[in-house]
C-alpha cells in the first residue's frame, strides 16, 4: 500500500505563510486526484483544495486566493501553500491521494489513502 507523510505544519502569526508537504512512502506510478482537507476540534472534517487529473484544481471559498495546490511527481509530493492566514485557519490538515503504484510483481495497483495529519495554529 501507499502511506502519505505529512510535514510544515506549526504556529505562525496572523498574516503569515506555511507550506506544507505530503510526500507517498512509495513511487507513484500515476496520481489521478489529490487533496488537502483540514478538521477544527468539533467540527467536521472539511475541503481545503484538490488538484485531479488535467491539472483541474478547486478549492474551499475560504481560501481561494490565498492557498495554493501544487505537486512535484518526481519526488511523489503534494504541497499546500498557504498565505496570509488568519486564526480561523488553525486546524489539523490532512493530505489525501488516489492513483496507481507498481506492486513487487510489477503489476498496477490502485491506491486511496490519507496522511496523519499535521497542526497548523495561526494566533491573531
Known amino acids: 500500500q501507499v502511506q502519505l507523510v505529512e510535514s510544515g505544519g506549526g504556529f505562525v502569526q496572523s498574516g503569515g505563510s506555511l507550506r506544507l508537504s505530503c510526500t507517498a512512502s512509495?513511487?507513484?506510478?500515476?496520481?489521478?486526484?489529490v487533496g488537502w482537507y483540514r478538521q477544527a476540534p468539533g467540527k467536521q472534517r472539511e475541503l481545503v483544495a484538490t488538484?485531479?487529473?488535467?491539472?483541474?484544481?478547486n478549492y474551499a471559498q475560504s481560501v481561494k486566493g490565498r492557498f495554493t495546490i501544487s505537486t512535484d511527481n518526481a519526488k511523489d509530493t503534494v504541497y499546500l501553500q498557504m498565505n496570509s492566514l488568519q486564526p480561523e485557519d488553525t486546524s489539523v490538515y490532512y493530505c489525501?491521494?488516489?492513483?496507481?503504484?507498481?506492486?513487487?510483481?510489477?503489476?498496477?495497483?490502485?491506491?486511496?489513502?490519507w496522511g496523519q495529519g499535521t497542526q497548523v495554529t495561526v494566533s491573531s
Open positions: 489525501n491521494a488516489q492513483g496507481k503504484y507498481l506492486d513487487e510483481h510489477s503489476r498496477l495497483q490502485e491506491f486511496g489513502s
Open positions: 488538484l485531479t487529473t488535467g491539472g483541474i484544481t
Open positions: 512509495r513511487s507513484i506510478f500515476v496520481i489521478t486526484a
